[in-house]
């Protein structure tokens, strides 16, 4: 009842702020970037983290800028932590009608700096639109599409890309053309040190004598496969790579799709988590925030979907892939992993 509720609510409040704003660049003030506010006020870890593309190019294209991010809940401070541009975490509460008085108060610091740029990430959020409107900035981005952009990128309507697009597409306006260039992979930028802990603790679950395959079974709703599909995954896993240690990570509800029968990880530390998956061969997961999370690890990644669309969500860079389980059956996903791992092998074979 209250997920419909919800929905209702969004959706209501997505038609009536659909029109708040409207994109504008100043290209006649001279002023140089030196500013920029994110705005994407969401608390789920993968949408977080694909705002990483984003603060690379930002780095990239405007060095020493600095970033503040508007947001929700409190994960970004942990994900962003390596992040040198990024100045400012303004968090919104995840319940704002129970935190009334503190979600009002974050409105309010939203309005104390002045920024050169203000860029909106999701054209729907209604919270970000407005926050992009009440922002004071001489620049500002609110999403809205660009046909010209979704005319020449294939991969314009993904969901950690298209902000990089639109950024580069109104940077051009100030003179800075970066079009052409490679789109930042996701990154949490894990330390040295945090992935020599990684590969100790892997260490202690498998042996080090093999490479490590590890899988996600989990994910919310309807992305998630059930107990049947996963059983029968696993058991052509363990035929096709007896070679490898297959590793499960663990979600915070502690479930597994296949009743714990491969060795196990699990953490609530989610930098933890990435520096673990970032020392396997390959991750293979669902749709979810660890797939995401894993993509930021810098560890090739399959993306399983059944749901929802992988243009928007797909792991990309690294040699990841998307397989749309809809359209392609256990045995050419499991040549689709053997292809990944080859193509590793033979990279280790040439510089050896």
């Not at 059983?231 to 479930?255: C, G, H, R, S, W």
């Not at 990841?320 to 280790?348: C, H, M, P, W, Y």
Request: hydrophobic share 40%.
């Amino acid at each position: 009842m209250l997920k419909r509720i919800n929905k209702v609510r969004k959706i209501i409040m997505i038609g009536l702020t659909k029109n708040v704003g409207k994109s504008s660049i100043n290209t006649k003030s001279g002023e140089k970037i030196k500013r920029i506010l994110i705005s994407r006020p969401n608390h789920r870890l993968g949408n977080l983290l694909l705002i990483t593309p984003l603060l690379q190019e930002i780095h990239n294209a405007v060095p020493g800028c600095k970033v503040d991010l508007f947001v929700k809940g409190g994960l970004a401070p942990i994900l962003f932590e390596n992040y040198e541009n990024v100045c400012r975490i303004i968090k919104l509460p995840k319940k704002p009608f129970k935190e009334l008085f503190k979600y009002m108060n974050v409105w309010v610091k939203l309005r104390k700096h002045r920024y050169d740029m203000v860029i909106n990430l999701d054209k729907d959020s209604s919270s970000g639109r407005l926050s992009t409107q009440f922002a004071s900035a001489s620049n500002k981005v609110f999403g809205e599409n660009i046909e010209e952009l979704q005319m020449q990128f294939r991969d314009y309507v993904h969901m950690g890309k298209r902000p990089v697009y639109l950024f580069r597409y109104y940077m051009q306006m100030l003179g800075c053309d970066r079009m052409q260039q490679p789109i930042p992979n996701l990154d949490i930028k894990l330390t040295a040190e945090e992935l020599f802990e990684g590969k100790k603790t892997l260490e202690k679950i498998v042996s080090p004598e093999k490479k490590t395959i590890s899988i996600f079974t989990y994910a919310t709703g309807s992305k998630c496969y059930d107990e049947t599909w996963w059983d029968t995954y696993y058991n052509k896993l363990l035929k096709a790579f007896p070679e490898y240690n297959i590793v499960e990570v663990l979600p915070v509800e502690n479930i597994s799709k296949i009743g714990f029968k491969a060795p196990s990880f699990y953490s609530k530390d989610v930098r933890e988590i990435a520096a673990v998956i970032a020392n396997t061969a390959i991750f293979i997961g669902a749709d979810s925030g660890i797939m995401h999370l894993a993509a930021s690890s810098q560890a090739p990644v399959v993306g399983l979907f059944s749901v929802t669309k992988p243009e928007k969500y797909e792991p990309y860079g690294n040699g990841s892939i998307a397989i749309d389980t809809n359209k392609v059956d256990f045995d050419e996903n499991i040549a689709k992993v053997k292809k990944i791992l080859s193509g590793q092998q033979s990279e280790s074979l040439q510089y050896a």
